[in-house]
Each structure stands twice: as C-alpha cells, then as structure tokens.
C-alpha cells in the first residue's frame, strides 16, 4: 500500500481565516514532506519531517505553519494567506531521509487551495 | 547544485507508436533518477527509479528509463503509447553526496500528449 491521503480535497478561503490541511500515511515512512504547486510548473519544497521533527524549512513565509503529532500525520495551518498562495498543496512521504537519497517520495492527491 | 532538465514542454505521439520523454541532469556525485506523472488535479505517481545497476529501468505502465551516464541523461520510454497515458511527466533528480539530507530537484514537466 503506497496510500497518502490528504484532506480536504478543496478549499477557498478569506485572507483573514485560519484553516488547517491534513496528511497521513500508513506505510511507516518517518519523512514526510510539503509542496507547494502552482498550475504546469514542478512542485516546490516547502517543509521536511523527519521522525516527527522539522528538518527543513524553505524560507517559507509564517504564515504556513507545519506540524507533525505523530509519524503518521502531517499538518499545514494556514492564516492570513494571500491570494497568490493558491495553488495544489501536496504532502509526500518517504521511508527515511537518511537512507542515502535513494528514497522514493509517495504523493498524496492534493489539497485545491482558493484564497479570496 | 543540482538540475533537471526537460527540453520538451510537449511531446506530441499517436496512439500505438512509441514514445520518448527526455531528461537530462546536473548533480554531484552518484545520481538517483526518477520519474513521476500527474494527471490533471491529482497528485505525482511514482513511475520509475534509478539508484545504481542495471542502465535500463523498468517501470509501472510499461514505462522504462534508460540512464546514460556520459551524456548524462534519463529518458522515459515506452514501446506502444496509449491515449491513457497523457499527463504531465516530471524527471526528478537527488544527488547521492552523504552528509545531510539532498532535496530532489524536479525538471519543469513534459506534457504528453497522446493522439488517437
């Protein structure tokens, strides 16, 4: 099974909520990752876990905030975004960042996001 | 650092014939290839990998890779297109120096566009 599901599948929301986007994967990966993809270019890193501890973070602005409660979920809170944050939010997992790159990352379907 | 890159922003092949994405990289160090396809509003499916051995890879769909070290290339291949198999392909590459976690570094995408 190289399932990860994220929820919710869509989202619009105003510059001045705050929602949250949900990932979990049940394959016993201790890496899980987050992309930002904006429409025909490549995904971009945003956040890397690492057993349960962030790893990474690509100067991405505090309005994202990750978090991991166990090696099973990822979260994204989102506050204050600005229109041009929408875009597919992905979150991917692998088995472990420290076993010499040769990781395949596993996608999950997405998150749709609209800031209005 | 490391780079992908995809020549092609789209490659046009009629159902039955056989059909070639390319993808050429930069990296330092022993590199780890892979190949991903999105379909429209959906996550990236994990097709293919290349970590060392055998240059030619097999792969889901029937979709194979050929890497070549000294042109520094890792095309994806398939002997007989199908309609189904338009998408958008992603080249990925992670460089396999130790010494920390390596990003993967996605090419900028090859649409493939299949005709009846």
């Known amino acids: 099974d190289t399932e990860v599901t994220q929820t919710p599948k869509h989202l619009v929301m105003g510059m001045t909520n705050k929602k949250s986007l949900k990932c979990e994967q049940h394959?016993?990966?201790?890496?899980m990752y987050w992309y930002k993809q904006k429409a025909k270019k490549p995904p971009e890193l945003m956040f890397v876990y690492s057993y349960e501890k962030l790893s990474i973070n690509e100067s991405v602005p505090s309005r994202f905030s990750p978090e991991c409660p166990n090696s099973s979920l990822l979260n994204l809170h989102l506050h204050a975004l600005q229109p041009e944050d929408s875009a597919l939010y992905l979150c991917a997992s692998s088995q472990d960042r420290l076993a010499g790159g040769t990781d395949t990352q596993y996608f999950g379907p997405g998150t749709r996001l609209t800031v209005l | 650092a490391q780079s992908v890159a995809q020549p092609e922003d789209q490659v046009n092949v009629a159902e039955g014939n056989p059909l070639t994405v390319k993808c050429t990289y930069s990296v330092s160090g022993n590199p780890y290839l892979f190949w991903y396809v999105q379909y429209p509003n959906r996550g990236l499916q994990f097709l293919l990998k290349?970590?060392?051995?055998?240059?030619l890879v097999k792969g889901s769909y029937g979709f194979e890779a050929e890497f070549n070290k000294s042109q520094t290339s890792f095309h994806l291949k398939k002997p007989s297109a199908l309609v189904s198999d338009s998408a958008l392909y992603f080249c990925?590459?992670?460089?396999?120096?130790?010494?920390?976690?390596?990003?993967?570094?996605f090419g900028t995408g090859t649409k493939l566009q299949v005709i009846p």
């Open positions: 394959m016993g990966h201790r890496a």
């Open positions: 990925a590459v992670r460089g396999g120096n130790s010494g920390g976690y390596q990003k993967v570094t």
């Open positions: 290349y970590i060392t051995g055998d240059n």
